[in-house]
């Protein structure tokens, strides 16, 4: 059997989808409640205190699992260059989630080509930090070559799979025994909804891997909306012979 840590980035929940989150307490523990994972995007922006994330985790049933996004000021702003003191002090701080810290996502800007020289000194930093799945989404085309893939499966990174692709459309392919989705929403990205039939083969593909599936689609609320529905697709056993679902 598969597991599927199936959340959104954020745990807002909207108006049209609180039926499903009729329970008491914050929108946190409402969410946990229903989805088992939630990608926390907010870190990227600003940092948080350790006391924050330990309320977090907290407020959680214990096989929940957070995935924090690594800070921009590491992947954007210094582009993985002389970045020690940043990861130890962002581990510091998501450290505190414990157990339930379940992924770090690293988020490479578009312009940001394959450097193996800041690559090999930042994932091993990241390892030794942080006991947990690690995933990059790469979006500039030298990080889908072959160099590229055997650089990630090297360290034990997983190759994020994005709808819509960034970097390199086409065959995904993997660098761990774990997936990544992120749903972003198509066409408009941050926006679209994703209909029935899309997530069904979304469904039948994650029926046979481990792993996240995060929707990031979060500006118009459709994201939660769609969470919900591929958890009942998922619940209703999707076909196996439906593998080839590419984002």
């Keep these: 059997m598969t597991l599927t840590r199936l959340g959104c980035a954020g745990w807002s929940i909207s108006r ?28 990227f922006y600003r940092p948080h205190k350790p006391q924050t994330y330990a309320r977090w985790a907290a407020s959680v049933p214990d096989d929940f ?46 312009s940001l080509r394959l450097d193996t020289v800041a690559a090999e000194r930042v994932f091993p930093q990241l390892h030794e ?39 390199q459309p086409g065959p995904y392919i993997a660098t761990t025994d774990q997936s990544y989705v992120r749903l972003h929403g198509s066409p408009r990205i941050y ?6 039939a899309y997530l069904q ?11 996240w599936c995060i929707f990031d689609n979060t500006a118009a609320g459709a994201a939660i909306l769609n969470a919900l529905l591929l958890q009942q697709l998922q619940a209703a056993a999707p076909a196996p012979d439906r593998q080839n679902w590419q984002a």
């Design 16 to 43: 049209e989808a609180a039926p499903a989150f009729d329970g008491a307490g914050s929108h946190l523990e409402r969410y946990a409640a229903v989805l088992n994972a939630v990608e926390i995007n907010s870190s």
């Design 65 to 110: 699992r957070f995935s924090v996004k690594l800070p921009r000021s590491i992947t954007h702003e210094r582009r993985l260059q002389d970045a020690s003191a940043l990861i130890g002090q962002f581990a510091a701080e998501a450290g505190a989630l414990g157990n339930k810290l379940g992924c770090v996502l690293v988020q490479l800007p578009p």
């Design 129 to 167: 930090h942080f006991g947990c799945m690690l995933a990059c989404e790469a979006r500039h085309a030298s990080w889908f070559s072959d160099e590229a893939t055997a650089l990630l499966h090297a360290h034990h990174i997983t190759r994020v799979i994005a709808d819509p692709p960034a970097g």
């Design 191 to 196: 926006y679209s909804t994703y209909d029935e």
């Design 201 to 211: 083969s979304v469904a039948a593909w994650l029926a046979h891997r481990d792993g």
